[in-house]
């Protein structure tokens, strides 16, 4: 993951967990970069389309994630 070209940072932390950042700064957190960033997190996010209830008042890429994970 870290290999992306899709986030501005990215660390592997020493439980296994990885810290991402997706921008600069988070006002350029937008279309493209919103987009660039749910497709490389894609394998890791669970399948389905997401409910509006879930996302209020989040930035939201209205697809599918099984539609980006490999098999």
Known sequence: ??????FQSCRGL???AVLVRA???LD???GDAVR???EALAPALP??????G????R???EADAADFQEG
């Open 59 to 61: 930035r939201l890429v």
């Open 47 to 52: 399948v389905g389309m997401p409910r509006a």
């Open 28 to 30: 350029q957190y937008r």
């Open 23 to 25: 921008t600069e700064h």
């Open 1 to 6: 993951m870290c290999r992306s070209e899709s």
């Open 36 to 38: 660039r960033n749910f």
């Open 14 to 16: 020493p439980d296994g």
């Open 54 to 57: 879930e996302v209020a008042g």
